[in-house]
């Protein structure tokens, strides 16, 4: 039997094979730095237990608060409902203030840790944190083994 394959065939798949078929792939979407059991929701925030800026960071809220007189800030952590203190075991929180220029950046660490190291409120101080303004930027930490980041951003007080 004599297989005669004609020429436009072999072209036409040779155009297939070094094309390849118009179907892109989906980018695959970057990993996040907050668990699967973040609580992504959208709500409102009011003001913390100490008078700062509640700001969601994964499963749990923060409060974001600057001290000028002693160049420091804290950052306590909440549950859910924004005022239950939880207590986490963390080595260190990164606070990074976006909106001075350079931006502060500083660890902040545990000021009231327990027996087994789990605390609740964190402290870092920096002499940028000396100037009154609304400060906006974001805290990154592992808690109890998982990674958690979240924004803030203070607003003027209202008069």
């Not at 100490?50 to 002693?70: A, L, M, Q, V």
């Not at 203030?97 to 000021?111: F, H």
Request: hydrophobic content about 30%.
């Amino acid at each position: 039997m004599n297989w005669s394959i004609p020429a436009w065939v072999v072209l036409t798949w040779g155009l297939f094979a070094a094309v390849g078929c118009n179907n892109p792939q989906a980018p695959t979407p970057s990993p996040s730095t907050q668990p699967a059991d973040s609580n992504d929701d959208d709500h409102e925030h009011g003001e913390g237990p100490h008078g700062g800026t509640i700001f969601d960071f994964g499963k749990y809220h923060g409060e974001f608060r600057p001290d000028h007189g002693k160049k420091e800030a804290t950052i306590w952590l909440f549950g859910v409902d924004q005022k239950t203190p939880v207590r986490v075991k963390a080595e260190k929180l990164r606070l990074i203030v976006t909106n001075t220029e350079p931006p502060i950046e500083v660890d902040l660490r545990a000021a009231d840790p327990d027996a087994e190291g789990k605390a609740h409120q964190f402290t870092g101080q920096h002499d940028g944190f000396a100037q009154e303004m609304e400060y906006k930027g974001t805290v990154t930490g592992v808690l109890d083994g998982k990674p958690y980041s979240g924004e803030f951003a203070e607003k003027p007080a209202k008069k």
